[in-house]
């Protein structure tokens, strides 16, 4: 008669969610449809991660009470952490410099924070930050407006604990 809904810790559900902004696969199609950009481009896979990531804390805090927020955004943060805690490649490392991968992720995420609201305004950030001349690609904003949706759906239906 009555469902008992489960209910989602708050920390699963923003690793699910890191996992598919992260996605190696999916960052590497949108990266080699960047104009300017070599391919493969691990940089430009690297940014596009790294951007999708700032969006969905954005999302994440705009749509939870602070104390979940936090616990949210931290279980983020834990994942780009592990996705990004091996070793460089040659152009990551260029491009970088030396300190790790992991460290340069975090703080490239804390960089698209404050353009992570407009999706128009994270694609000129990653645009500048690739060096890529002319106006920006505007079909990436497609690519974070579907992050901010995806987002706000999942966790409309969670029950989150």
Known sequence: MFRKEKRTAAETLARDLAATVIDPEACRRAAARLPERPDPDPVGCCEIAFA???????????????????????????????????????????????????????????????????????????????????????????VFSQITTRTSLAIGKARIE
Do not use: C
């Open 52 to 142: 999708g990531v700032a969006t969905l804390k954005h999302v994440i805090a705009d749509t939870q009470v602070p104390a979940v927020a936090a616990r949210m955004n931290a279980a983020v943060d834990a994942a780009l952490a592990d996705a990004f805690g091996g070793v460089h490649t040659a152009q990551t490392q260029e491009f970088y410099g030396p300190e790790s991968l992991r460290d340069a992720a975090l703080r490239a995420v804390e960089a698209y924070m404050p353009a992570a609201f407009f999706s128009k305004k994270v694609v000129e950030a990653m645009s500048a930050r690739l060096g890529i001349d002319g106006p920006p690609p505007m079909w990436m904003a497609q």
